[in-house]
């Protein structure tokens, strides 16, 4: 079982999961409906053993996503292996940082209710601050970013803060 947090990042990650990546049982649960949709509607959904639970909550877009009291209660009626939370920002000093409160209040939520935290970050995100840290750096499991992550200020101080850094090359 594993969360994943609404966004661009995490959309993405939903396509990857949606495409034949051998993977016979695997629960997803989330909040973005993006990525609920890619996942529910891959080709062979039904026989791939990947099922998605939409967590409850009023609807707000960009993205797609519910959000809100309800969303929160819901995140803690599962425990996941591993939360994958893609963030605005992620730096050496402060962590994982959101912009918005709404986007904060879940992620900490699903963090609390895994074993293991994967950040999953562009590298325009960084060496970049934001206003609310969700995560320090000493609590981010694993940190994957882009190739590209590497000629960022403040990916050498990253390598060193946080437990496992995995750069996705190509």
Not at 13 to 22: C, D
Not at 52 to 63: E, F, M, N, T
Not at 98 to 115: C, N, W
Not at 128 to 139: A, D, F, K, L, Y
Request: net charge negative.
């Amino acid at each position: 079982t594993i969360f994943m947090d609404a966004g661009s990042t995490t959309t993405i990650m939903a396509e990857v999961l949606a495409g034949p990546t051998g993977l016979t049982d695997l629960t997803v649960v989330t909040n973005s409906l993006e990525a609920a949709v890619r996942l529910a509607q891959a080709p062979g959904a039904l026989d791939s053993g990947i099922r998605v639970q939409l967590l409850r909550g009023p609807v707000k877009r960009d993205p797609l996503e519910t959000w809100g009291g309800a969303t929160v209660a819901d995140i803690y009626s599962y425990h996941a292996d591993v939360a994958f939370l893609s963030p605005m920002a992620v730096d050496a000093t402060f962590g994982a940082m959101y912009h918005y409160f709404h986007g904060a209040e879940i992620v900490e939520a699903m963090a609390r209710q895994s074993t293991s935290v994967a950040i999953l970050a562009d590298h325009a995100k960084i060496g970049v601050t934001s206003r609310i840290c969700v995560r320090p750096p000493g609590e981010i499991d694993y940190l994957v970013v882009d190739a590209k992550a590497r000629a960022r200020p403040g990916f050498a101080a990253l390598e060193s803060a946080v437990k496992q850094l995995i750069v996705a090359e190509g």
